[in-house]
């Protein structure tokens, strides 16, 4: 797709986002310029100099002409990669069954040997794209059936199935590029969890909204998940406190943490991730409750995180070196470390170094590696600047990918 014609700000902005999706104090920071000056360049009430439009270039890695050019910016799209089968599934294309419904027993091993499956995968999508459309027809059948029958029980227990099934689909297509699919699935885990009256689960339901909201670029999206996040865990503190409860309650912290460090409000971040978040974590212990391998490591994790959406790749890096992930039961969460390690790395020019991290992220998961968004274009912008010595490998790995 072509965009309109952009200011010179507006395609500072673009390609600041589109390769790398680097943060302005950290653009600023490798320019030499202020992050407020950036900040008026893209928002068009500055007009860069030619030694400071120069500079922006090679930080983007785009000739400068490209911010210079009066025609649009060419945008690769971010492939949209859920199974068709799986959407059919989930608009109801295969709906019409007159079996007897499986057992919330025979489903709820479905479920949860589909979850293991999609934390423990390499090819992951692969396979959830087998078994999701049959188990989404099953669950949502069972629940037709169990809620016209005469046994609240097993019908609570179906409905605690399918808020787990939901859950899990709200990861798939996530990372499968389908927000709008995403979106719909966080609903209906929030209304079955609801209807089954399990106060976890609800918060569980909310975490998974949270996740959502932070993934979508709509102005107000941040603070939203950061809302949704904050008034599960008003709720969540009507209900018993259980070990469960406090581990699902530190999850959602993370949310919180998370929205305030992509509204660049660090202190805040901070003081959030170490006050609530480890305070929780130190309670509760490593665990993956509800799949949200909330744990000290996932909080460790995310103090890196803030330091590398805030620029600070040394702190970043320093905060890296205290962390181990090889115990973590969700390869994805080991995935997202390794990318944000070589982010941090790729703030620093240290090409060695973001090859090494990617090669190892592509043992980890490929196909996670050939989805992300982030991923596609720190590979393809080292592609354009690395050195001879590298380029071999870095080609291959686009081929491998392919990127091209």
């Not at 673009?14 to 600023?28: L, S």
Request: glycine letters at 6%.
């Amino acid at each position: 797709m072509i965009s309109p014609r952009l200011p010179v700000g507006q395609k500072v902005k673009y390609y600041r986002r589109k390769n790398g999706n680097r943060t302005q104090a950290a653009i600023a920071g490798l320019c030499g310029i202020t992050e407020r000056y950036l900040q008026q360049i893209e928002a068009g009430q500055k007009v860069p100099s030619a030694d400071v439009l120069s500079r922006l270039a090679a930080e983007l890695g785009v000739p400068i002409a490209a911010l210079l050019a009066e025609d649009g910016v060419e945008e690769s799209a971010i492939p949209l990669t859920a199974a068709p089968a799986v959407a059919r599934a989930l608009m109801g294309c295969d709906r019409p069954r007159s079996s007897v419904a499986a057992s919330p027993a025979e489903l709820r091993e479905r479920v949860e040997q589909a979850w293991r499956t999609w934390q423990s995968s390499k090819d992951r999508f692969t396979a959830a794209a087998l078994v999701l459309p049959d188990l989404i027809g099953d669950v949502e059948h069972a629940v037709r059936v169990t809620r016209a029958g005469n046994d609240p029980e097993a019908r609570r227990e179906v409905l605690r199935v399918a808020a787990d099934l939901y859950g899990l689909l709200r990861s798939y297509c996530r990372r499968a590029g389908r927000l709008d699919l995403s979106l719909m699935v966080a609903d209906r885990a929030i209304r079955a969890a609801e209807d089954a009256d399990d106060p976890v689960r609800i918060a569980a339901a909310q975490w998974n909204l949270g996740h959502v909201l932070l993934s979508h670029s709509e102005p107000g999206a941040l603070e939203e998940a950061k809302e949704v996040a904050l008034r599960a865990v008003e709720q969540l503190h009507e209900a018993p406190v259980t070990a469960e409860s406090k581990a699902v309650e530190g999850a959602l912290e993370l949310v919180a943490v998370v929205s305030d460090a992509r509204r660049r409000q660090w202190w805040e971040a901070r003081r959030r991730l170490e006050q609530r978040a480890a305070a929780l974590a130190e309670q509760v212990g490593e665990g993956n409750v509800q799949w949200t391998v909330f744990g000290p490591t996932n909080v460790a994790m995310h103090a890196m995180s803030i330091e590398m959406l805030a620029g600070e790749a040394s702190e970043g890096l320093r905060v890296a070196d205290q962390i181990d992930t090889h115990g973590l039961p969700s390869r994805e969460r080991q995935f997202t470390f390794g990318l944000e390690l070589a982010r941090c790395h790729d703030l620093r020019r240290e090409d060695a170094a973001v090859l090494v991290h990617l090669l190892d992220l592509e043992e980890i998961a490929p196909e996670d590696l050939a989805r992300n968004p982030v991923a596609r274009s720190m590979i393809l912008d080292l592609q354009k600047r690395v050195r001879p010595t590298f380029r071999r490998q870095v080609n291959e790995l686009v081929q491998r990918l392919q990127l091209v």
